[in-house]
Nanobody
Framework: QVQLVESGGGSVQSGGSLRLSCAASGFTASSFCMGWFRQAPGKEREGVARIRSDGSTRYADSVKGRFTISHDNTKNTLYLQMNNLEPEDTAMYYC??????????????????WGQGTQVTVSS
């Protein structure tokens, strides 16, 4: 059974850092397209970062240079390191897997497996 469990969210002040984790089970996360998404109240879910099985990454323009997506193969865990956080980063963050296609982009509809989310709140 495929499962994704996020953790690491919390409340920080502007300029702070957080590292989100997404523990995968039932499949090998590093073998597939994995992504981080976020959704703020009243807004659509948006792609933040994705990593392909070859390790290549892509980021939303709003987080480039501040966020880093990575795998830990030994723990079958996906990470999102978030630095220099801004109030605009406040949202529920979700990890997701796209297991049945080699196309790997930052569009939520492409992903079939989702975690339950972890809340990130950044205060000014």
């Amino acid at each position: 059974q495929v499962q994704l469990v996020e953790s690491g969210g919390g409340s920080v002040q502007s300029g702070g850092s957080l590292r989100l984790s997404c523990a995968a089970s039932g499949f090998t996360a590093s073998s597939f397209c994995m992504g981080w998404f976020r959704q703020a109240p009243g807004k659509e879910r948006e792609g933040v970062a994705r990593i392909r099985s070859d390790g290549s990454t892509r980021y939303a323009d709003s987080v480039k240079g501040r966020f880093t997506i990575s795998h830990d193969n030994t723990k079958n865990t996906l990470y999102l390191q978030m630095n220099n956080l801004e109030p605009e980063d406040t949202a529920m963050y979700y990890c997701a897997a796209r297991r049945f296609s080699v196309i790997c982009e930052l569009m939520a509809w492409m992903y079939g497996d989702w975690g339950q989310g972890t809340q990130v709140t950044v205060s000014s």
